[in-house]
Every structure is written in C-alpha cells, then in structure tokens.
C-alpha cells in the first residue's frame, strides 16, 4: 500500500486528489479499530470483563483494520469501473465483522450491564472497517439490504443474550455508525470518480482538437497545392512543346513555374502557422487567367462578392481555387462561367463548365476536395451541390448564409 501511495506522490494534482482521498479512506478504517480498542481497554471493561475476551476483541479489531486496509483501495476502484470486487473477499470481510461485534457483544454481557457503558460506539467502530470498504464495492440496494439484516441479526442477538435494554444501543451505534460510513465513504469515491471523469473529458477535447487541426492542415494543403501543382504540369508541359519548337516563349513559361512555385512555397508555410486565409477577388482574379491559360474562355458575371464578411470570402475563394483545380484536372471543357449572386440574407456561387462527361467522374471520384469544401462550407452554415445541369452542362453551386450586420440602437431605444 505504501508503495503505491509513494508512487503517487509528486504527480498531478488529480493524482495528489486520489491520493487524499484514499489516504482519507485509510484513516477512517483505523479511526474505527482505535476507537473499538481504546473503549474496550477502559477501566470499567478491565475491572469486570474476562481478559482473553478484551484481548480477542482487539485482536480481532486489528485483524479487520489491517483487511480493511488491504480491501479498500481495490474497493475504490471497483466504485471507478476499473476492477471487480471478488466475492471471496466480501465474504471473508463479512464473516471478520461478524465475529468481530459477537466477541464485543460477548465482552459487554461478560463486563455486565455498567461494565461497558460505550457499547453502542465500539459496535460503531466495529461496523466502520468493513462498511467503509464494502459500500464501495456492491450496489446501494445491496449495502442498505446488508445493513437492514445486520441490524436486525444483532438486535436479534442482543435481546436473547443481553436483554431489551441492548437492542437500543445495537439500533444507535450500527444504524448511525453504518449509515454514516456508507454516506462518507460513497460520497468521497463520487467526487473522486467526477474528477476523474472531468480530466478524461479535458483529454477528449485536447484529442479532438488535435484532430481538428490535422484535419484543417490536410485540407489546406489539399487545397493550397492542388491547383498550384496542376498549373506547374500545365505550364511545365507548354514550355517543353515551345522548346521543342524552338520558342522563346518557353522561358517565359518556365519562369512563370518558378514564380507559382515560390508562391506556393509562401502559402505552405501560411498553412503550417495556421492563418492562411483565400481572398475571392484574388482567387477569381486567379482562376481566370489560370484557367485561360489552359485555353478555356473564362467568364465571371457578378460583383456581389464585394463587402462581403471576411469569413464567408474565404470561403468562396476556396471553392473557386478547388473547382477551377478540378475542370484543370478532371475535365476538358471549352467554356467556364463563374457567377456571383446575392438575396437578403445569403450569396450563392455558380462554376458552370461544359466538360459534365468529365464533371460527373470528378463528383463522383470520393476525393478529398469537395468533401473538404463541404466541411468548410459548413462551419458557416452553408452547402456545396456538384452535378450535371443539363445540355452537356456541369455546374458547382456554393450558397453561404451572410450575417446581417448589426446597427446601432436608436436614441430612444436605449
């Protein structure tokens, strides 16, 4: 026991809190044994009492403490689900007290009736060992069922041995002194049990947020590289076909690689500091000569992308650096519009290209980028659609909810 209470010293303070409250526990077990030992070595019980009985009982007192002692910390954790009390270890703790309050039963009628004047709290003191432990390690219906035939046996007992003036005493010391120890030690193991239960609920939210920034890190840098790698091999390729040809315009196109690969650089380690942020006229702006780049007409209809809330323009331009990323990757279309539109309480964006053979392979390919935008869309309510339209059409449909902003109350209101 002693080993395990060192080895908890100087840990954390709910380890230092376990450790009170098993220490705490201990002391309660040998509060008992001192007090049934010291009132049966009072002089009144010396002078009237046989003496082997006196010795018996505090034998037999120590003999429960020192079980008690052993029986207790595994008892708290059977409270805590993480042990299971063994019914030969009830049994043998029962039958201990049991033979412990017939002993000091038999010294009170040896000692006579003025003999033992403190025989209801030595029967206290002799309840408290096992009742401390055992009230720990069953259910509550089954520590009251125990303590009602306890008190009932005893009573039994003490008014064929000692007479009707005993029961009384039996009632006061095992009905209060049990009743006491099971309400002290079950509400000592419940505050400990609700720590313990507080600091794993504290390691689920640090897991969890663990979790979420290893979600956010992959997302963003699905997003951030995936468009910038697909305009690398795009441009990369044009280049190797203008050299093939003799072109000057190969270094142009080469040095144009450089620069989105310094660019990308930058926006990676935006991404591990945590603030990276996409703003929609620069991924518009973006998209645009991307996209024409690749040889696709490229249209942008709309300005209600302008004043919106920082949030929701992040947002937005993360669907249009995935979405044109996608037509890059996935499709080969000849036209892509992009149309910005805005109702009282919300702006919706439209990418429509005419590339839906490939569209409908790409919303169906379970790659990471729609699910992620799904996911960013949202944490501000709002949602992300992908399909055919129609007349060889495959159009991504994004609609955020945008907060109204709040005006100030009037004079009058206030």
């Not at 049994?91 to 010294?107: D, Q, S």
């Not at 009230?135 to 009251?144: E, G, H, I, P, Q």
């Not at 041995?161 to 006491?180: A, I, K, P, T």
């Not at 030690?185 to 290893?214: F, G, H, I, N, Y």
């Amino acid at each position: 026991m002693w080993e395990r209470i060192r080895g908890r010293c100087g840990r954390s303070g709910l380890d230092k809190v376990d450790l009170y409250t098993r220490g705490t526990l201990y002391s309660l077990v040998w509060l008992g044994v001192a007090v049934q030992s010291a009132l049966s070595l009072t002089r009144p019980v010396r002078a009237s009492a046989a003496p082997w009985l006196i010795i018996t009982v505090c034998l037999l007192a120590v003999a429960q403490g020192v079980h008690a002692t052993r029986m207790t910390s595994p008892a708290l954790d059977t409270y805590l689900g993480r042990a299971v009390a063994g019914s030969g270890q009830l049994l043998c703790g029962g039958a201990l007290m049991a033979v412990n309050l017939a002993t000091t039963v038999a010294l009170a009628e040896s000692a006579g009736p003025d003999g033992f004047p403190d025989l209801w709290v030595a029967l206290g003191g002799a309840v408290l060992p096992f009742g401390m432990w055992f009230s720990l390690s069953v259910r509550r219906r089954t520590v009251a069922l125990a303590h009602a035939i306890l008190l009932a046996a005893l009573c039994g007992v003490c008014a064929l041995v000692g007479g009707s003036e005993r029961v009384f005493d039996v009632l006061l010391s095992v009905g209060f002194w049990g009743g006491w120890t099971v309400l002290t030690s079950r509400c000592s193991a419940w505050t400990l049990d609700v720590m313990w239960k507080l600091q794993e609920a504290r390691d689920v939210e640090a897991r969890l947020a663990v979790a979420e920034e290893r979600l956010r890190f992959g997302r963003d840098m699905h997003d951030v590289l995936g468009r910038n790698l697909a305009v690398i091999a795009l441009k990369s390729e044009l280049a190797v076909e203008l050299a093939q040809r003799g072109k000057p315009q190969a270094v142009d196109q080469m040095v144009e690689v450089q620069r989105i690969a310094r660019a990308s650089q930058q926006e990676i380690r935006d991404v591990v500091r945590g603030y990276r942020e996409a703003d929609l006229q620069t991924e518009l702006v973006g998209a645009q000569s991307v996209l024409r780049a690749a040889g696709i007409e490229c249209a942008i209809e709309g300005t209600a992308g302008t004043g919106l809330p920082t949030p929701v323009q992040s947002a937005l331009g993360w669907v249009v650096r995935e979405a044109a990323t996608n037509v890059l990757r996935h499709g080969d279309p000849r036209r892509c519009t992009i149309r910005l539109g805005a109702t009282a309480d919300s702006v919706v964006l439209d990418m429509e290209n005419d590339g839906a053979g490939a569209g409908v392979a790409m919303a169906g390919a379970g790659g990471s980028g729609l699910a992620g935008l799904r996911e960013r869309l949202g944490t501000l309510g709002g949602s992300l659609d992908a399909g055919p339209a129609g007349n060889g059409l495959f159009r991504l449909t994004a609609t955020l909810p945008v907060p109204r902003p709040r005006t100030a109350p009037l004079p009058e209101e206030r």
